[in-house]
């Protein structure tokens, strides 16, 4: 039995999924954009990048792309925490499959709203280094929902799954098809 599976057996109440969602929260909303908005500018200077700031369009389409990734990011974790019974932790997995919300849209919400929110922030701050650091972050958090996260649901809820991975699109939404 695989570590997922042995994670996947319990189910927390809500009164654990909410904090541990907060404090993973702490990170992804607090740490990484101070990381794109601080940290990454000065390693451009540092490396002698100039800012490719391109006046109110970088905010405007920075803004958007964070606005956008932030609610469909946010969305999926709320369906997660309260109809999935579980949170986007590994350690506290859903216990239900989830097709609906923002998942009859694409399988990886979460994730496609992560990345499209940290672009928009590293393009509002014009850092190259901060769009490369999401651009190798995304790929990574791709490959592993590739090779881990989708092994690890086909094994939890086979074929219901299986169904879902091919009417549902990776990561890149699609309108659902009517039944």
Same mark, same amino acid.
């Given at each position: 039995m695989s570590r997922y599976l042995k994670w996947a057996q319990k189910e927390y109440p809500l009164r654990t999924r909410i904090p541990v969602s907060l404090?993973?929260? &702490?990170l992804f909303l607090i $740490?990484? /954009?101070y990381l794109l908005l601080v940290t990454c500018? #000065? &390693?451009?200077?540092? $490396?002698?990048?100039? /800012?490719f700031d391109a006046g109110a369009t970088s905010y405007i389409i920075g803004g958007i792309l964070t606005i956008v990734g932030l609610?469909?990011?946010?969305? #999926?974790? $709320?369906v997660q925490v309260t109809r999935g019974r579980g949170t986007p932790l590994p350690m506290?997995?859903?216990q239900t499959l989830l097709t609906t919300g923002p998942f009859q849209y694409c399988r990886n919400p979460m994730t496609l709203g992560t990345i499209l929110a940290y672009l928009g922030i590293a393009i509002a701050a014009a850092t190259a280094v901060g769009i490369a650091a999401v651009l190798?972050?995304?790929v990574l958090l791709v490959l592993y929902l590739k090779l881990l996260e989708e092994r690890e649901l086909a094994e939890r809820f086979g074929e219901q799954y299986l169904a879902y991975r091919r009417e549902v699109p990776f990561i890149l939404p699609r309108r659902p098809r009517r039944k």
């Open positions: 404090l993973a929260g &702490v $740490l990484f /954009p500018p #000065s &390693v451009d200077r540092q $490396l002698g990048f100039h /800012p609610a469909f990011a946010l969305w #999926s974790i $709320l506290l997995p859903t190798i972050f995304g």
